[in-house]
């Protein structure tokens, strides 16, 4: 029997049209580990983990966190978006910030 979190998972690494495997090299995990978030009843699972898996699905770690949650939100969209310009290098933030501008001008 599966979680929330663990339907989640599965769902968006199907949406993506990840394998178990692509999923686990993508987030610094094993197959095996994947395959227990989306079927094991208990699982913890640390926060660089959802974090991680989080980035790459583009979506919250909110939004994977909270049962209540069956889609993700423009809102929840947005802040995984902004986490991730965030977490650019400031050169490519530079080369972001002007691409916008250039994009802006029109």
Same mark, same amino acid.
């Given at each position: 029997?599966?979680?929330?979190?663990?339907?989640?998972?599965?769902?968006?690494?199907?949406?993506? /049209?990840?394998?178990?495997?692509?999923?686990?090299? /993508? #987030?610094?995990?094993? +197959?095996?580990?994947?395959?227990?978030?989306?079927?094991?009843?208990?699982?913890?699972?640390?926060?660089?983990?959802?974090?991680?898996?989080?980035?790459?699905?583009?979506? #919250?770690?909110?939004?994977?966190?909270?049962?209540? +949650?069956? #889609?993700? #939100?423009?809102?929840?969209?947005? /802040?995984?978006?902004?986490?991730?310009?965030?977490?650019?290098?400031?050169? +490519?933030?530079?080369?972001?910030?002007?691409?916008? /501008?250039?994009?802006?001008?029109?």
């Amino acid at each position: 029997m599966s979680t929330p979190l663990g339907d989640k998972i599965r769902s968006e690494r199907k949406r993506l /049209k990840l394998t178990l495997d692509e999923l686990a090299q /993508k #987030t610094d995990s094993s +197959k095996s580990y994947i395959w227990e978030l989306e079927n094991r009843p208990v699982v913890r699972p640390s926060a660089d983990k959802i974090s991680k898996i989080a980035d790459v699905f583009g979506v #919250t770690v909110e939004y994977l966190l909270d049962d209540e +949650k069956q #889609t993700p #939100t423009e809102s929840d969209a947005d /802040k995984a978006f902004f986490r991730r310009i965030g977490q650019l290098d400031p050169a +490519k933030r530079a080369q972001l910030e002007k691409f916008l /501008k250039a994009i802006d001008d029109d």
